[in-house]
């Protein structure tokens, strides 16, 4: 099994929005609706950002929002802040009980 | 709200095994829930790295990649689980979190602070 598939960064200005992508295959990404995003400050453990595709845990701004399009998930934060400058990390159930992330992604806010 | 941390030695020497616990607060592992109890990985300056999760204390799943050389195993007693990796060289080297995993296994919420693993020659 290979890892997800993800830009290695990404950036945006302030109040913009920008969109993250993990592209997998029919047998993780595109096959489960268990896709979650993972944020990552430098030093810091990572924080759930996103799960089940879509689903924003308790304290995540609305900001952070997630889709799916076939084998294709994708983070889109909006109203880009300094503070959501980190490495965001999508992983996805990939069937027979593994779990597979992707590499990752470095957001800079210009 | 469940607390995890790890611990275990800093440095391995290679060839040996890695050998890291995860002692659990404020949630029993032993509870029928639908919660496994994993291990990930970071290299420095890479990504990370699903190891493996223990499901009611007696189901393993492994990465395919990891599997011949892992264990998982829990210690209800205790409020633990651990982790075992053999025959380690400096590929291994990596901050080892462990987690509470839920939603088939795919949402991770709860991580311990995570322990920086170096194998040495």
Redesign the interface.
């Known amino acids: 099994q290979s890892a997800l598939t993800q830009p290695p960064s990404a950036s945006g200005s302030p109040r913009q929005s920008v969109t993250i992508s993990c592209t997998g295959t029919s047998s993780d990404v595109g096959g489960y609706n268990y896709v979650s995003w993972y944020q990552q400050h430098p030093g810091k453990v990572p924080k759930l950002m996103i799960y089940e595709v879509s689903k924003r845990p308790s304290g995540v701004p609305d900001r952070f929002s997630g889709s799916k399009s076939g084998n294709t998930a994708s983070l889109t934060v909006s109203g880009l802040q300094a503070e959501d400058e980190a490495d965001y990390y999508c992983s996805s159930y990939a069937g027979s009980n593994n779990l597979l992330f992707g590499g990752g992604t470095k957001l800079t806010v210009l | 709200q469940v607390q995890l941390q790890e611990s275990g030695p800093g440095v391995v020497k290679s060839s040996e095994t890695l050998s890291l616990t995860c002692t659990v607060s404020g949630y029993s592992i032993s509870s029928d829930s639908d919660y496994y109890w994993g291990w990930?990985r970071q290299p420095p300056g890479k990504?990370?790295?699903?190891i493996g999760?223990i499901y009611h204390s007696e189901n393993t799943?492994l990465?395919?990649?990891l599997k011949s050389r892992v264990t998982i195993s829990v210690d209800t007693s205790k409020n633990q689980f651990s982790l075992k990796v053999s025959s380690v060289t400096a590929a291994d080297t990596a901050v080892y979190?462990c987690a509470r995993v839920g939603?088939?296994?795919?949402?991770?919420?709860d991580?311990?602070?995570?322990t920086l693993v170096t194998v040495s020659s």
């Open positions: 990930i990504g990370l790295e699903w999760n799943y990465n395919p990649s979190y939603g088939e296994m795919s949402t991770i919420a991580w311990g602070q995570g």
